[in-house]
C-alpha cells in the first residue's frame, strides 16, 4: 500500500541511451512533481504537474520529459543520457487544491548511474 | 529568491545529548516548513510540518519551531540515540514550489 511509489529503483545505463522513470500515487492527489537530488545531495525541483497540466519547469534540458497519462502517474523521460545526469530522482504528490500549505508526499527515488 | 540554509553541514553528538539543528530562509511568504530525515541511500521520511500560523510542532523526541518573521526554524531532538543518526533536510513550501536545504548529517556517536 505505498504511497508514492517509482520504478525503477536503480538505473544503470550508458550515455546516449534513451530511459524512462516511472512515478504513480495512490492517495488522491491532484498534483505531482519530479525532483533531482544531485551528488552534494541537494534536492532542486524540476517538473510539477496539475490535473494532467504542466505548472512548473525549472529551467530543465529539454532532453528531460515528463509525461502525466492520467492524475496518479507522472512518468520522466529522458533523451540523450549525459553523465551529469547521474543523480537521485525523487517523485511527489501533493493534494493542491486544497491550498498551498499541504504537505508533499515522497516515492524513495530512483537511483540513476549513468556510464 | 527563496534561499534556504541549514547550519551546521555535518554534526556528530554523544548519545543522550539533546541536540539543535538549524534552518534559514530569506523570505518569510511561506505557506509551511517542513523537516525530513534522509537514511543513507534512501528516500525522504516527513518527520514534521509546520504551517505558517504555527510557532512549533511536536512527535516524540522531536520538536521543530518557526519564526517566519525572522526567517528562522529549529529542530530539537532530545535523548539523541544512535538510530537517530541521518541527513536533516529542511524544506519551505512558497506556491507550488518546495525550497530545500542541502542538510545537516548528523551521527549520534554510540
Known amino acids: 500500500d505505498t504511497a508514492v511509489s517509482q520504478t525503477p529503483k536503480y538505473l544503470v545505463t550508458q550515455m546516449g541511451n534513451d530511459k524512462s522513470i516511472k512515478c504513480e500515487q495512490n492517495?488522491?492527489?491532484?498534483?505531482m512533481y519530479w525532483y533531482k537530488q544531485d551528488s552534494k545531495k541537494f534536492l532542486k525541483i524540476m517538473f510539477s504537474?496539475?490535473?494532467?497540466?504542466?505548472?512548473i519547469n525549472e529551467t530543465v534540458p529539454n532532453r528531460f520529459s515528463p509525461k502525466s497519462p492520467d492524475k496518479a502517474h507522472l512518468n520522466l523521460h529522458i533523451n540523450s543520457l549525459e553523465l551529469g545526469d547521474s543523480a537521485v530522482y525523487f517523485c511527489?504528490?501533493?493534494?493542491?487544491?486544497?491550498?498551498?500549505?499541504?504537505?508533499?508526499?515522497f516515492g524513495d527515488g530512483t537511483r540513476l548511474s549513468i556510464l | 529568491k527563496q534561499e534556504v540554509t541549514q547550519i551546521p553541514a555535518a554534526l556528530s553528538v554523544p548519545e543522550g545529548e539533546n541536540l539543535v539543528l538549524n534552518c534559514s530562509f530569506t523570505?518569510?511568504?511561506?505557506?509551511?516548513l517542513q523537516w525530513f530525515r534522509q537514511d543513507p541511500g534512501k528516500g525522504l521520511t516527513s518527520l514534521l510540518l509546520i504551517q505558517s500560523s504555527q510557532r512549533e510542532q511536536t512527535s516524540g523526541r522531536l520538536n521543530a519551531s518557526l519564526d517566519k518573521s525572522s526567517g528562522r526554524s529549529t529542530l530539537y531532538i532530545a535523548a539523541s540515540q544512535p538510530g537517530d543518526s541521518a541527513t536533516y533536510l529542511c524544506?519551505?513550501?512558497?506556491?507550488?514550489?518546495?525550497?530545500f536545504g542541502k542538510g545537516t548529517r548528523l551521527h549520534i556517536l554510540p
Open positions: 504537474y496539475n490535473n494532467k497540466e504542466l505548472i
Open positions: 492517495l488522491g492527489h491532484d498534483t
Open positions: 523570505d518569510s511568504a511561506i505557506y509551511n
Open positions: 511527489a504528490s501533493s493534494q493542491r487544491s486544497r491550498g498551498f500549505n499541504q504537505p508533499q508526499h
Open positions: 524544506a519551505v513550501r512558497g506556491d507550488d514550489k518546495i525550497i
